[in-house]
């Protein structure tokens, strides 16, 4: 679905679908209008044709390995509210979500307060990045910078000259697989057909470069500056993009540079904002609060029996963090902040509470992990993880439901060619075996969308009858069976077998079991389907890579690249046919017996 264009649209639209410009990409000097013409521009554009209007005389192969190697991810605009509540009112009238979060922009903060000579620690930029969608579909974003300006405010100039002359209006695209050697190509490609190179930086608080050109004259769009957005830390190539040679002492990581401590202190104060989302969950305040009406400091710390000048303090966290945003007529819940209510769908405060319960408590001896080889939570708690939750049946069924917070991973598994293939052949029903499902979220998804499947969960006996209520709830236990015991006890016979965020748990010794077993009661006909986060081979960021730490940390397993599986499922008699891409950083990785 595209997003709702706002109702007015002041600008007239010439042949190409661009709109006219005066100083740069709108005529109009109100933000608002701004926004919305960003907007519509962001939702019209084709990438191959949009670079071939950026660059002239792009075409042919040079075109088409642009297009292979980046794609139009936004454009962007920086506007000047006059405060939090006037932006978010901007956003709702372009059709843009209000409830975005943001984040702290160093790179336009920076050529801000070097522009008009200012102390940049006085700039409190931020970025947003509402999305829209393409003409095809594509997930992409409205840029907004925002520099609060409030009345009588002396950055007013600043304001009344930048939305002049629109100097931080840009077009991005984001490179795909950026690799050193990709990066230096794509430079390279922009320059030979007349952009210039017009600085960039590196952002640590999102962990990424931008490399910023002046377009070409003669290029066919309002836009003058053009950005490349790599993910991951570039600053060796950025370096180079500057002409500037790059050293220990270029990049902002000598002990003397503020905003190195600035980066690291925020980095350090992570534990804080843990404890401050579970202090939010365990307050139950989010049930407390609504999206549409604001409440007072001390008409909460009445429904949630709080201490009024702490919970402001908590409550001015949480609106730095996007989970609640403050209005004129007190606090209320975002988005976010939504997602740690215990009745909102897909609720994320089981989440909330492992990590800033028992997951905490355990991560402060990592040291202990790195030094020994072992898991800090066997180190704090005296026994592994799954003895000390099955041992507390409350901790146990808080563990369940944290499973299922993370259920937005399974959204595009139902529809898995395997188990599209399975629903559809003819004769007998095929069955799907479930191994180690818990209370049967997977499972019940895949029923559901599949009637003519049957299913099998395996899992232990502890868990089986809230299985049984679960699947019962959604409609599609009588189409279940269900098996208490261990890895060792997977029901052969079945046509699709299901390892679902398991295999992360355990080393590569007891990986092997699994999998052996898995093999051993496959028909040569059935396939496994396996989820997990899979690690970059390329040593790129992602929640796998933090999701390792934790696996480390905790069970004494690891997540693991597609090729570490692979060799995992050759070793046990099954072969990787290929995987895809899930939410939340996941994969399916489908495999069959060799």
Known sequence: MHSPRPSTMPLPMPATGIPAPTATAVDSNTDADRLGATAAFVRDQDTSVLLSRVLPGLDGPDLRALTDRCAFAHAAVL??????????????????????????????????????????????????????????GEHRAVEVFALTVPPGSALRGIAEEERRLDREAHLAFDVAHPDPLVLRGLLAGFARH????????????EDGTVFYFTAPVGTKTPYRRVELYAR?????????HLAEPFTAASAPRHPGDPQAAESLLRLLTGAWTTQALTACARLRLPEAMSRHTGAGVHELARAVDAHPESLATLLRYLAMLDV????????????????????????????????????????????????????????????????????DPELAALFDQSMVSSAPIFDALPAHPVLAAAAASPGRPRTVVDIAGGTGELLGRILTDHPALRGVLLERPQVLAAARDHLAGTGVGERCAYHAGDFADVPDGGDVYVLSRVLHDWDDDRCRSILASCSAAMPRHADLLVVERLLPADGGSSLATAWDLHMMCNTGGRERTADHYARLFEECGLVLVGHSPLALGAHTLHARRA
Do not use: K
């Open 194 to 205: 007349g952009a210039t190179a017009d600085g960039g930086g590196y952002n640590p608080h």
């Open 324 to 391: 609640v945003t403050e209005g004129p007529d007190g606090y209320r819940l975002t988005g976010v902040g939504a997602l740690l209510a215990a009745e909102t769908p897909g609720s994320m405060r089981p989440l909330a509470l492992m990590y800033g319960g028992p997951f905490y408590q355990s991560f402060a001896h990592l040291t202990h992990t790195v030094r020994s080889g072992l898991p800090a939570f066997d180190h704090f708690f005296g026994e592994n993880h799954f003895d000390h939750f099955a041992a």
């Open 232 to 240: 991951g830390d570039h600053r060796d190539v950025l370096a180079e």
């Open 79 to 136: 506007v000047f509210p006059t405060d939090e509540h006037s932006l978010r009112a901007q956003l709702a009238a372009c059709g843009l979500s209000p409830e975005v979060s943001a984040q702290p922009s160093v790179v336009v903060r920076d050529r801000l307060a070097a522009r008009h000579h200012r102390n940049p620690a006085d700039l409190d930029v931020r970025i947003l990045r509402p999305t829209v969608r393409g003409p095809g």
